[in-house]
């Protein structure tokens, strides 16, 4: 059984209420997964933490999500369904990934004219 991209969202005002819900949430996931003699990769899987500069400055520095006792990685970006979030729900980190990506795409394009002699153009129309 596969659950990729499998996004497990909790929310809460205290940051001591939302670690113990999350983990009591990841414990019934466990349990479940473990019912239908499947496992997480706990390799794989991420904590992020979304909120205000504010409300993530409140954040004690062990807030820790454990899978069966084994804490996981906390992030502060994640792509999820092709899409890079960051802690803040800015669009800085997929409008980086987005644009590196296609900048290398270009200059593999011209690497590949220049390999096989050929000469860009680009047409201009004009009306």
């Known amino acids: 059984m596969y659950a990729d991209d499998t996004t497990l969202t909790s929310s809460a005002e205290d940051p001591y209420v939302l670690e113990h819900k999350t983990n009591y949430d990841m ?3 466990h349990s ?6 499947s496992t997480p990769n706990v390799k794989k899987t ?5 909120g205000s500069g504010f409300k993530l400055s409140q954040i004690h520095n062990d807030f820790t999500v454990k899978v069966h006792n084994t804490p996981l990685d906390r992030v502060t970006k994640q792509k999820t ?4 979030i960051d ?10 990934a987005t644009s590196t990506a296609g900048l290398c795409n270009l200059k593999a ?5 220049t390999i096989c002699n050929l000469v860009p ?5 004009t009306a």
Do not use: D, F, Q
């Open 27 to 29: 414990n019934l996931i």
């Open 32 to 37: 479940w997964l473990t019912a239908k003699k």
């Open 46 to 50: 991420k904590c992020m933490l979304i």
């Open 81 to 84: 369904i092709g899409v890079y």
């Open 87 to 96: 802690e803040s729900l800015s669009w800085r980190p997929h409008i980086n």
């Open 109 to 113: 394009c011209k690497h590949s004219c």
């Open 121 to 125: 153009r680009v047409s201009h129309l």
